[in-house]
């Protein structure tokens, strides 16, 4: 698929807005694998010409993908820059991360991505968001704050450590687990420990007696 897509921007290097988003659309009604693929990497390619209107396209592929497999690349490589480029739509992200959708309320986490993996961006809104989502159960959200976090500790590992150690007895193992990966071993034994000493509680009253 890759191979395809760049055989078409080699040849078509002035492929514009308009045809960008009506070959997105033509493929994505397809509801077969490949042909979804190919429109999420199209709209990677071209991402430059898309404009803030466009979020409702992109609204609306992320609820229709139901795997990772799209809606990260969608948040991540599509959705975030569009979003730095256009302050305004920090609010669209606001009403993503309180949405009935895991699916959604992962974009919003991953939408900001790009600008913490460059020790820039938004920290504090991330961390609102993350904190709503900390008690959830869903794998994919919990993953997702975990990714960001570590992304995050790359560049910033003290605004990391600080955000995550009063909240080990609210965040989930994979959380904590991915956060930790790029922090020092002081912070990353801290956290781990912190975490540990929540978890045995838990685990206690999950197996008392019934």
């Not at 609306?60 to 795997?67: F, N, P």
């Not at 799209?70 to 305004?88: C, H, K, M, N, Q």
């Not at 912070?187 to 838990?202: F, G, K």
Request: with cysteine; glycine share 4%.
């Amino acid at each position: 698929m890759r191979a395809v897509l760049r055989s078409i921007t080699q040849h078509h290097r002035q492929l514009d807005r308009q045809a960008l988003v009506e070959l997105t659309t033509a493929l994505w009604d397809r509801p077969l694998f490949e042909w979804r693929m190919m429109a999420v990497l199209f709209l990677d390619a071209f991402e430059p010409l898309l404009r803030r209107s466009d979020i409702t396209l992109l609204e609306r592929l992320i609820r229709q993908s139901k795997t990772w497999a799209f809606v990260d690349e969608l948040s991540i490589a599509v959705t975030g820059p569009l979003v730095e480029r256009s302050a305004g739509l920090l609010d669209v992200l606001d009403r993503w991360s309180v949405d009935d959708d895991f699916w959604i309320r992962r974009a919003a986490l991953l939408a900001l991505l790009p600008q913490l993996r460059r020790g820039a961006g938004d920290f504090e809104r991330f961390g609102r968001y993350a904190d709503r989502m900390l008690d959830e159960r869903e794998f994919f959200v919990r993953k997702a704050i975990g990714w960001v976090l570590r992304e995050t500790g790359k560049k910033q590992p003290e605004r990391v450590y600080a955000w995550l150690l009063p909240r080990c007895d609210r965040a989930s193992g994979v959380t904590v687990r991915e956060a930790v990966k790029y922090l020092s071993p002081r912070q990353r034994n801290a956290l781990l420990s912190a975490y540990a000493a929540a978890a045995r509680p838990r685990q206690a009253s999950a197996h008392g007696p019934r």
